[in-house]
């Protein structure tokens, strides 16, 4: 399982609740191995909270690099035993939980 939720403050974080701990969040991009659970996860997210009201995007990614680049904030929940961004996707001072 890899899902890399990228939050556009930019703030990267996965989980269902992301969008409940920081309403400062601007974007939300979403990347997963498979396209069709990313999706069910930006739907879940986006149904869940009134994202039009707060200012904030939530969208799926094709890639992880789309996911990764620009966010101030990168969490990645995985059992990849090789890397699944690369250093050079990742903008000076970002944070990365993994």
């Not at 997210?45 to 996911?67: E, F, I, P, W, Y």
């Amino acid at each position: 399982m890899v899902n890399i939720l990228s939050l556009s403050l930019s703030l990267c974080l996965v989980g269902r609740t992301v969008t409940q701990c920081c309403w400062c969040i601007v974007q939300v991009r979403v990347w997963g191995r498979t396209y069709e659970h990313a999706q069910r996860l930006v739907h879940e997210l986006s149904a869940r909270h009134d994202t039009n009201t707060a200012g904030m995007t939530v969208k799926v990614c094709a890639t992880a690099k789309q996911a990764v680049t620009d966010a101030d904030v990168i969490c990645t929940v995985t059992f990849a035993t090789t890397p699944v961004i690369s250093h050079d996707w990742v903008k000076p001072g970002a944070h990365i939980n993994g």
